[in-house]
């Protein structure tokens, strides 16, 4: 039995270091170019399983391609116990170019390819039905709801999804099935357009058992059995902060599967993603869980 299947995207990304993003018709140079294995899903499994978890992930390719052979290895060499890579034949794989600011802010400009095309019969059942957890992340939004309500009908796991990018409408289709919703700020300012802690209330109005919202470099804050929980950022010489939130996901699936509480697991998961943004992409600079404990006692 998997300790959590992640269920979403995975992508190939290219990094470039820039002073600052081009303007419209204009030229610049990068200082530096990195090809990396990102996408939510990936990346948050890749935390989960680096921490000591054990991780399945299952995501979907296109067409065989330079892009499609990069996903496949790269997802290869992490040795994860289980890995359903679905192909979806006339379609393309999922990749983002990232222009990466001295700061760690960065641009991206993402093709979801055949992500759109994941359907629920493309999935094992049997896989899903013997997960403790499974955690969806960069899906097409109205599959990501179709799923999420699938899951908690049909097995006993704890559902989580990455709330970052999706709708209102979405949003409020999937709560009822979700047991953990964590989105970023950015996300509760366009959608819900309140303060985080007014959306933790929101998404626990509605069904969540966990909400959590992420802050970047104002750390987190979460609200379950209603009580509020804050953390601040941990201090780390920022490169990129791309996949900062991702790996945020993985670490906190992780801690719920220690039990820990959520002052703790908020603390951890803080210094966790805080630690990942010291390299260029979101799996560069994962720490193990013996270097996220020391940071924490700083």
Avoid at 10 to 35: G, N
Avoid at 37 to 55: E, N, T
Avoid at 158 to 177: C, I, Q
Wanted: aromatic letters at 8%; one cysteine or more; a negative charge.
């Amino acid at each position: 039995m998997l300790d959590c299947l992640f269920i979403g995207s995975a992508t190939k990304d290219t990094l470039l270091m820039v002073e600052a993003p081009p303007a419209s018709d204009q030229r610049i140079a990068a200082s530096a170019v990195v090809h990396a294995c990102g996408g939510v899903a990936s990346v948050a499994a890749s935390a989960f399983q680096k921490l000591g978890g054990s991780a399945g992930l299952i995501t979907v390719v296109g067409d065989p391609s330079d892009v499609t052979d990069f996903i496949a290895s790269n997802i290869a060499e992490r040795q994860l116990p289980y890995v359903d890579l679905i192909r979806v034949p006339g379609t393309d794989s999922p990749f983002s170019t990232i222009q990466v600011e001295a700061s760690g802010k960065r641009c991206i400009t993402h093709f979801g390819g055949c992500i759109r095309q994941l359907t629920l019969d493309m999935l094992d059942k049997n896989v899903l039905a013997d997960a403790k957890m499974i955690h969806l992340g960069g899906l097409e939004e109205h599959f990501c709801g179709e799923l999420a309500a699938y899951c908690k009908r049909n097995t006993g796991a704890l559902v989580s999804v990455d709330g970052g990018n999706l709708s209102r409408e979405a949003t409020d289709r999937m709560l009822p099935y979700v047991d953990v919703f964590i989105p970023d700020d950015k996300t509760v300012a366009k959608v819900l357009g309140c303060s985080p802690e007014d959306a933790c209330l929101y998404y626990a109005e509605r069904g969540v058992r966990i909400s959590c919202v992420t802050m970047g470099d104002k750390g987190s804050v979460a609200y379950a059995g209603g009580t509020f929980h804050y953390a601040e950022p941990v201090r780390v010489s920022v490169v990129d902060t791309t996949g900062a939130g991702d790996n945020f996901h993985g670490a906190f699936l992780y801690c719920l599967a220690q039990r820990w509480n959520l002052d703790y697991t908020l603390r951890f998961c803080n210094a966790f993603s805080g630690l990942t943004c010291q390299g260029l992409g979101g799996l560069a600079a994962e720490p193990t869980l013996e270097e996220t404990l020391r940071k924490m006692e700083e």
